[in-house]
């Protein structure tokens, strides 16, 4: 697939998302860059900002299987997985499959979960398999995990360990809407909208599995020049000397930053990436690869507050 085919099917993506989701674009405009790159999202919202509405939109217009955790404290990994099962007629194991196994997967609250079910998605995230008694087992070609946590609610909650929550391409923060969106959506609502319903809404399939695939491929192709691959690794080194960071964004952090510039660039419908695509996407690919100090977050700053202070540090390419 050529990368023109691939802006135009980021953009039909796009315009059929904004048919139920009002008010959120960066939200799915970072939701779309994570799939089509490649990558998994962590979305961090308050309740009701229609974090599983737009995993569910993503997945009806794409085409691809969707399933979705509720992540509790009792969860066992097996319950993500999948178990063998003894068959009696046969008298051989047989794989039942999880939830796990599906195009795109909502981990929904994955922070109520304890570390050990937590960890139980590192292999299928960064290895697209998942391995049961000694067995591997393929996950679809298209993957994607889109993990939302609460960041207001803490109690019965375990944090997310630093190896998982590196697996995430991107930390998307949904805040409310404006004014005006909101009450778009109350309008759209009394026009007879329902969430549960997203054919009524008008919502229509514009791609499937093998055409995500060559769009994946085509994001790779987007041309990043040799400037805009220095820009992005000067970003990450920078993140590493900041007063404020005690541990800053790895190599595999800039290799994310640089492929969701790529996509960005798909999503904007240009065939190359750009210091602007990069500056897009560095909140999102580097606000949960920062660990701030002790006393700098006693001071109430941000990673975010961080990362502007960087770019603005780091000079531009022309």
């Known amino acids: 697939m050529h990368v023109q085919e691939a802006n135009d099917a980021a953009r ?9 989701i009002i008010g959120q674009d960066e939200v799915l405009t970072e939701m779309v860059v994570a799939l089509l790159a490649g990558g998994h999202a962590l979305l961090e ?15 009806a217009v794409t085409g691809g299987n969707f399933r979705r955790i509720q992540f509790t404290p009792d969860l066992m990994p097996s319950d993500i997985i999948g178990v063998n099962t003894y068959n009696t007629a046969t008298g051989e194991f047989v794989f039942r499959q999880g ?12 922070n109520r979960a304890p570390a050990k079910t ?3 998605l ?6 697209r398999q998942a391995t049961v008694d000694g067995e591997p087992h393929p996950m679809s070609p298209v993957f994607t995990v889109f993990a939302t946590q609460n960041p207001v609610e803490f109690e019965g909650t375990y944090p997310l360990p ?21 009450a778009a959506i109350l309008d759209r609502v009394e026009g007879g909208f329902d969430s549960t319903d997203l054919s009524g809404a008008g919502l229509q399939r514009v791609s499937d599995i093998p055409t995500l695939v060559e769009i994946r491929a085509a994001v ?48 904007a419908g240009r065939e190359f990436a750009t210091p602007d695509d990069v500056k897009a996407m560095a909140p999102s690919a580097l606000r949960h690869r920062l660990l701030l100090l002790p006393e700098v977050e006693v001071e ?10 960087l770019l603005l540090g780091v000079e531009v390419p022309r």
């Open 45 to 59: 919202g308050v309740p009701g900002t229609a974090k599983t509405l737009a995993a569910r939109a993503l997945a």
């Open 220 to 267: 790779r192709s987007v041309r990043a020049e040799e400037k805009v691959r220095r820009y992005v690794t000067q970003i990450v080194r920078a993140t590493r000397a900041m007063r404020a960071v005690s541990l800053g964004a790895s190599p595999r952090a800039a290799i994310m930053l640089m492929l969701a510039s790529k996509a960005h660039a798909v999503v």
């Open 118 to 120: 937590q960890s139980a």
């Open 300 to 309: 109430g700053r941000t990673p975010d507050e961080c990362i502007r202070e």
């Open 12 to 20: 039909r993506i796009m315009d059929e998302l904004r048919k139920v």
């Open 162 to 182: 630093e190896a998982q929550v590196d697996r995430f391409m991107l930390k998307t923060v949904i805040s409310y809407p404006a004014e005006d969106m909101e």
């Open 122 to 127: 590192l292999e299928a995230m960064q290895e």
């Open 99 to 110: 939830p796990v196994f599906a195009d795109m997967l909502l981990a929904d609250e994955i």
